[in-house]
Every structure is written in C-alpha cells, then in structure tokens.
T-cell receptor, first 113, second 110 residues
Framework: GESVGLHLPTLSVQEGDNSIINCAYSNSASDYFIWYKQESGKGPQFIIDIRSNMDKRQGQRVTVLLNKTVKHLSLQIAATQPGDSAVYFCAETTSGGSYIPTFGRGTSLIVHP | NAGVTQTPKFRVLKTGQSMTLLCAQDMNHEYMYWYRQDPGMGLRLIHYSVGEGTTAKGEVPDGYNVSRLKKQNFLLGLESAAPSQTSVYFC?????????FGQGTRLTVV
C-alpha cells in the first residue's frame, strides 16, 4: 500500500488564483469518480462527480478532468476563495456493486487572503 | 431533514472498554458505511451494509463489529477498545454514488 505520513500533501494559493488538485486512482473498473470537500471538524461533502465515459465536467467554479489512460483525476477551482480552504478527497466507486467509495489520501488546500 | 446523524460526537474510553457508535439516516438509503480517518490518511472502510440485515467487512475490520437491524440505523461496536482505535469515525449512506456523511465521532482510547 501507499506509504503515508502524518501530513497531507498541501497546496497553498492566494485568493483569486486558480487551484488544481490532482489524484491518481487504482481501479480500472471504477465507473464513477467523485470529489469531496472536508472542512475542519466536519464530514466530507460532495462537490462534483464524473462518469468514466466522460473526460471533463464543469460545475460552479469547479471543473473535473478525467484521464483514464493514466488513471488520473484533477479538480480545478476557479477564483479560489478563503472558504475553499479544506481537505479535498477524490473517491472512486463502481455502480455494479455496493457503491463503496474508495478514497484517496487527500490534499489540503490553504487559501491566503 | 437531518441527513446522517452520528452519536456520540466525542468519547474517551479506557483500554479494554466497549462501546457502540450509532449512525442514523433519514434518506431511506440502502447502502451504509463506516470509515475511520487517521491523521495524514484518507478514509479507510471498516464495514459496510448493502441493506437491512446484511453486513460485510471492509479494508480494516479487525476489532470492530457492526449490525444493521433496521434500514435507517448502522451500529459500530468496539468490544475491547485498544489505543490503536483512537481515530475519527465517519458513517455514510448512499443510494448510488454520492455518499452523505455524518459529522464524525472523535474517539480516544487511553
């Protein structure tokens, strides 16, 4: 398994910048990919999802890109705001079974005013 | 609409004590999950349930038991707590791929 330490990967940005958070997934059979946002002291919250038959999906200020060839997922946040500061997790799941979300390690996003 | 509610929010246990964490959802979801989250790590699946009366092991099931006697409730039990079980525990439910999470239970075993 992946070697883990006490500290998450961290991305520090200035308010107004665009942020890009990356994630590698492992299961070629996964057909849904989801980004979750976890604020301090709270449970993860759904941000945006993408199906495996798509390579891009846009939401409000967020865009998710999927590259199945290299099993890579990214979350782009436009005009990042201090309220975007949180830990971001990607998760993969399969629709044919029990929809179990399998989570990546997470990235801590810090937005400086 | 409460969503997913976890009880308790905080607990301190002595080594060897037992306890039960309760998860309740009011969205009529079939699937429910228990995760633990440790510093610097993602969420790791402990046990899950695909419906009332069914449970299955996840990635890290040792030391835990679960029950799903009613569709809306998913209980996580620690029979004999160990310091290695100090963690934040999250319950989640879903009907498809978007999971809804509770606020978490912070458990410390001393």
């Amino acid at each position: 398994g992946e070697s883990v330490g006490l500290h998450l990967p961290t991305l520090s940005v200035q308010e107004g910048d665009n942020s890009i958070i990356n994630c590698a997934y492992s299961n070629s059979a996964s057909d849904y990919f989801i980004w979750y946002k976890q604020e301090s002291g709270k449970g993860p919250q759904f941000i945006i999802d993408i199906r495996s038959n798509m390579d891009k999906r846009q939401g409000q200020r967020v865009t998710v890109l999927l590259n199945k060839t290299v099993k890579h997922l990214s979350l782009q946040i436009a005009a990042t705001q201090p309220g975007d500061s949180a830990v971001y997790f990607c998760a993969e799941t399969t629709s044919g079974g029990s929809y179990i979300p399998t989570f990546g390690r997470g990235t801590s996003l810090i937005v400086h005013p | 609409n409460a969503g997913v509610t976890q009880t308790p929010k905080f607990r301190v246990l002595k080594t060897g004590q037992s306890m039960t964490l309760l998860c309740a959802q009011d969205m009529n979801h079939e699937y429910m999950y228990w995760y633990r989250q440790d510093p610097g790590m993602g969420l790791r699946l402990i046990h899950y349930s695909v419906g009332e009366g069914t449970t299955a092991k996840g990635e890290v099931p040792d030391g835990y038991n679960v029950s799903r006697l009613k569709k809306q409730n998913f209980l996580l039990g620690l029979e004999s707590a160990a310091p290695s079980q100090t963690s934040v525990y999250f319950c989640a439910s879903t009907h498809t791929y978007e999971a809804f999470f509770g606020q978490g239970t912070r458990l410390t075993v001393v």
